[in-house]
């Protein structure tokens, strides 16, 4: 038998006037969902108050019922779970912004409420640049937080690199569609998304089933990539597209924004630049910088043991110098980490010949340098 207090939750979805809002009223004032649908439209306008051309209409509530009963059918035979703001089980990070959907759904076992949760966003033109922080990033992280969480869009580029990272590193990774959970957009990547439900993670959309992505929907997701994360990192990015959108929205839900600097040359570092430029965005290059914005407490307080034992020392100029090259995929040239760093250039070469001397830097020709 049809469950019909789910039904009338997900009826909510095919309500055009239905939003977070009406349903933070709904609880706020105590009607229930089978009240609101069962009520007559001039009842149910009074007790809302709602003015003539925003009433809900019989004939259009028992439309929705009929399309989340079919709804309900065909999620269930795909085993995707609905969440809904009106239930307990609705994410807690989702339902504290002011366009939570009403409803979302869910393909496999990702706990979308653990305590630590982190989004990781940019470019479908990714550089190894940006490749390389993805993989270093989290699996820095995986060892000190094993409820880690990884957000991300399933996009080709940075969202590919980051979910592929936390499988990498054994980290659960999550990834919002902007489309049906009956497909897989883009297509190249179902396989990767069989291997993020296989692994613990799951595929979320607030889109029905069979509902197909259109290019207005990836820019509405990307709130739900915001609104599900403590923290929307930006990896790289032009100063236009969906990483910024990302960015901007968490910005407005007074969510943590972090973004990692290039070089001012480097197009698709422009963005981050301009969000850490604007103050929109902390600075990012090591997971130390993540976890003092955030104030996590990782399992071993010395996130970096390893390192550190190596170079107790390490602070002020050298350990900007050695967080801006750490995380580089080739040695970098003076001229380029003073550029990321600002700090004066005899002051660098300074402080460049000192970490050399220590062993912390290798020198290469063209006065480049690497970690050791």
């Not at 209409?57 to 028992?62: C, N, S, T």
């Not at 100063?239 to 910005?251: D, E, I, L, P, R």
């Amino acid at each position: 038998m049809p469950d019909l207090d789910l039904i009338r939750k997900l009826a909510f979805s095919f309500l055009k006037k239905a939003d977070a809002e009406l349903l933070r009223t709904l609880i706020d004032k105590g009607i229930s969902a089978e009240q609101f649908f069962t009520m007559e439209t001039a009842e149910l306008a009074h007790a809302l108050r709602l003015s003539q051309g925003n009433r809900f209409e019989k004939m259009e509530r028992d439309e929705a019922i009929f399309r989340a009963l079919k709804e309900l059918e065909a999620i269930e035979r795909h085993h995707i779970t609905p969440l809904s703001l009106l239930d307990n089980d609705y994410p807690v990070r989702l339902a504290q912004i002011p366009d939570a959907p009403v409803v979302l759904y869910k393909l496999g076992d990702a706990d979308l409420d653990s305590r630590h949760i982190v989004n990781l966003v940019g470019t479908r033109r990714s550089t190894p640049y940006g490749l390389d922080f993805c993989k270093r990033l989290i699996s820095d992280l995986a060892p000190y937080f094993p409820d880690l969480v990884v957000v991300s869009g399933l996009a080709f580029g940075i969202d590919a690199a980051a979910h592929q990272a936390a499988l990498d590193a054994n980290v659960k990774t999550v990834a919002v569609v902007a489309h049906g959970l009956n497909m897989i957009y883009p297509a190249p990547h179902r396989s990767l998304a069989k291997t993020i439900i296989q692994s613990g993670g799951a595929i979320v959309s607030e889109y029905h089933f069979g509902d197909q992505p259109y290019r207005q929907r990836f820019l509405e997701r990307n709130r739900l990539i915001a609104g599900l994360s403590d923290v929307t990192i930006v990896v790289e990015s032009d100063v236009k597209g969906g990483a910024m959108s990302t960015a901007n929205t968490a910005f407005s839900y007074s969510r943590d924004v972090m973004a990692l600097p290039g070089r001012i040359s480097d197009q698709y570092s422009s963005g981050c630049n301009m969000l850490i430029r604007k103050q929109k965005a902390h600075l990012i290059t090591s997971a130390a910088d993540l976890i003092e914005l955030t104030g996590w407490q990782p399992l071993d307080l010395n996130i970096d043991t390893r390192q550190r034992n190596l170079f107790p020392e390490l602070d002020g100029d050298a350990k900007l110098v050695y967080e801006t090259i750490r995380y580089s995929s080739e040695p970098m040239q003076a001229d380029r980490i003073h550029q990321l760093t600002l700090i004066p250039m005899p002051r660098l070469m300074a402080t460049l010949g000192e970490m050399e001397f220590d062993g912390i830097l290798l020198r290469h020709p063209g006065n480049r340098f690497s970690a050791s």
